[in-house]
């Protein structure tokens, strides 16, 4: 300055945010671990909409190996940026699972359903869990044993109570009878 060497240093304290972006590995490592290793079928979609906002596809972003074992894929490569209908086959499940992913989007709230896939014969309970306007976290849970004993023990309720001299019926909670014996 003024042909005087001048030296002029700026130091700044970035301990926080060191510390910071330390806490946020150590918490994505955590959160990855635990999306690798639950049991339940976790994935992340984006929707695709049409012009009146309905939506037509979803493109999977990401998935964990409880899905991809499901989806008969070795890796995650081979199924990023599918649509639903891609991954799984024929668009029939996907049909059937869009008017809920519809209801959980415009609503912004989670919700859950059983839903039977015709491709494998095999039923699910899912739940949807918006993030944003576009995309959704989903998980899935195969309850295909649990409906078929479900399904065995009411035959056997039915085949017993129908030996029984007794009159036997079955009703919901709010009185509307299902279930007369014989």
Known sequence: ??????LISVIRDITKRKRAEETLLESEAKYRGLFKSIQEMV??????????GRIVERRLIDANP?????????????LRGKTSSEVFGLATWS??????VQQAMDSAKTMTQEVHS??????YITTIVPLDANTYLG????????????EDSKNSFVSLSNFVP????????????TYFNQ
């Open 166 to 177: 007794q009159f036997v019926w079955m009703c919901t909670p709010y009185g509307l009878n």
């Open 118 to 123: 015709p491709e494998n014969g095999r039923d």
């Open 1 to 6: 300055i003024g042909g005087t060497r001048t």
């Open 66 to 78: 409880a899905f991809l074992r499901t989806a008969g894929a070795a890796s995650m490569d081979e």
């Open 139 to 150: 998980t899935g849970r195969d309850i295909t044993e649990r409906k078929r004993a479900e």
């Open 95 to 100: 049909e059937a699972h869009r008017d809920v």
């Open 43 to 52: 994935t992340l979609f984006e929707v695709e909409r049409d012009d009146r």
